[in-house]
């Protein structure tokens, strides 16, 4: 007689059943995604005030890290010791900081709150969501994404503009204006896969046909709902992507290799 697993279950039942991925988070112990989770984000926020407050100005001949974009005051430094980025930094942060896939995983991973499904609360403080602060910020996310777009625009900007030299102002193409576009399409593709933006979109309407520009706003909310079911895809892999971009800048800047270009 076959065996009977979930999967099997599944599959007479006409689902397809867990995936891969799925198999393989249900066969680790719960402990491993929150830990992942804290060393992932920690990192990178750590890398980040590292390269803003440490680090030079990333920026090398047609490139510009995205910490630093856009370019605001002098030589990178715009109040005293506060570089221009610091300021900058402060957009993406909120904007992340308030996402609502964030929160999960970092309520999760960071408070323990709780650390992951049916495990209790670890902390047994009264429960007051985010009808508090600082938690009560987090409802300022719909604020933050309207400044992301501004920023978003201003990335599209740098990576379309990488490809032109401003030593010899000649056009070409290199591995940095790749990774750059790559950066800003994944960025793109975070932003616009917001659960605000879809609920702005059309979230918020009863009926289509009767709706101010409803075929429109149909349209764009079934697009963004198609980017929003990988909301968490997006999230990781737009942060690694910012990651790379400014760490590939400041090798060139250390001169550990040169930009592999073709054209410039
Ligand atoms: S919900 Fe994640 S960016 Fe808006």
């Known amino acids: 007689m076959a065996e009977i697993t979930a999967r099997s279950v ?4 006409g689902h397809p059943g867990p995936t891969l991925l799925e198999r393989f988070r249900r066969n680790q112990p719960w402990w491993l995604l ?17 390269s803003v407050f440490i680090f030079r100005p990333g920026e090398i001949g047609p490139y510009l890290s995205p910490f630093w974009s856009p370019k605001i005051g002098d030589n990178g430094k715009l109040f005293g010791p506060f570089p221009g980025a610091a300021f900058i930094l402060l957009s993406p942060l909120a904007f992340r900081g308030t996402c609502y896939y964030y929160r ?32 009560a910020l987090n409802n300022l996310h719909r604020f933050t994404l309207y400044v992301a ?9 740098d990576a379309l503009t990488a490809f032109n030299n401003p030593a010899t102002g000649k056009w070409g ?3 940095g204006s790749a990774i750059l ?9 975070y932003t616009f896969s917001c659960h605000s933006l879809r609920h702005l979109a059309g979230g918020g309407l009863d009926c289509y046909s009767t709706a101010r520009l409803g075929t429109l706003r149909n349209r764009a909310w079934r697009g963004l709902t198609v980017l929003n079911g990988r909301h968490p895809m997006w999230a990781w892999v737009s942060l690694f992507s910012v990651l790379l971009a400014d760490v590939y800048i400041r090798m060139l800047q250390a001169g550990w290799f040169a930009d592999p270009h073709i054209g410039f």
Not at 149 to 157: A, Q, S, T
């Open 10 to 13: 599944a599959r007479d039942a």
């Open 34 to 50: 929150p830990i992942s989770v804290v060393a992932v984000l920690g990192g990178f926020g750590l890398y980040a005030l590292v």
């Open 104 to 135: 999960k995983a970092y309520y999760r991973s960071f408070f323990w709150d709780p650390p992951a499904c049916a495990l209790g609360e670890l902390r047994h403080r009264k429960y007051r969501g985010e009808s508090k602060l600082p938690m």
């Open 149 to 157: 777009v501004v920023i978003l625009g201003f990335l599209w900007y």
């Open 173 to 175: 193409f290199g591995l």
């Open 181 to 189: 576009v790559v950066n800003v399409v994944l960025l793109s593709g």
